[in-house]
């Protein structure tokens, strides 16, 4: 399975898809956070959506195992 692709926007790592959450969720115990509004009720504080954003560490674990590619500004973990 080919790695996915992850955009890095601003030092932090999104997750756009929702079928990939899915996989990192399930497959990989990465959690991260929802920092999304939901489309129909954007003014509420209770359930969030897409995009999911990880931790630095969470998306170098990820890549240093060959699970996704970053993409997009310069991501630099030490």
Not at 7 to 16: F, H, I, S
Not at 31 to 59: D, I, K, M, W
């Amino acid at each position: 399975m080919p790695p996915h692709r992850l955009q890095c926007a601003g030092g932090q790592v999104l997750v756009l898809d929702a079928a990939v959450v899915l996989s990192l969720r399930k497959e990989h115990r990465i959690v991260g956070s929802l920092e999304g509004s939901h489309p129909t009720n954007p003014l509420q504080n209770r359930y969030f959506a897409l995009p999911l954003v990880l931790l630095p560490e969470e998306a170098a674990m990820l890549a240093e195992a060959g699970v996704v590619e970053l993409e997009g500004d310069a991501f630099a973990w030490p």
